[in-house]
């Protein structure tokens, strides 16, 4: 079993940046990837960025290229997502989801989701 606990979420205006992080705890040792979704209201929850606990490699959704960036400190069992140029849009509740193995779609372990909204 995992746990994760993000935190980080917050009130900011358009074009302001946050950081999103994710602490993972119990079975780390084998986490094969870790991601950042975000679900806005009435809307589908969508997958924003994921990165490899590995190898480090990572991908993005194309509308948040060139904004948010995924990282990991492997010591600490935590993943990150720094948010830059933060719209409107953005606004979701923002949810960390890890594998501990691999797997073709989809996540096993969910953290409680942190709000994040962006004023105009």
């Known amino acids: 079993q995992v746990q994760l606990v993000e935190s980080g979420g917050g009130l900011v205006q358009a074009g302001g940046s946050l950081r999103l992080s994710c602490a993972a705890s119990?079975?780390?040792?084998?986490?094969?990837?870790m991601a950042w979704f975000r679900q806005a209201p009435g809307k589908e929850r969508e997958s924003v960025a994921t990165?490899?606990?590995?190898?480090?490699?990572?991908s993005y959704a194309d509308s948040v290229k060139g904004r948010f960036t995924i990282s990991r400190d492997n010591a600490k069992n935590t993943v990150y997502l720094q948010m830059n140029s933060l719209k409107p849009e953005d606004t979701a509740v923002y949810y960390c989801a890890a594998n501990q193995f691999y797997r073709m779609s989809g996540y096993d372990y969910w953290g409680q989701g942190t709000q994040v909204t962006v004023s105009s």
């Open positions: 990165i490899r606990w590995n190898s480090g490699s990572t």
């Open positions: 119990g079975r780390t040792s084998s986490l094969y990837d």
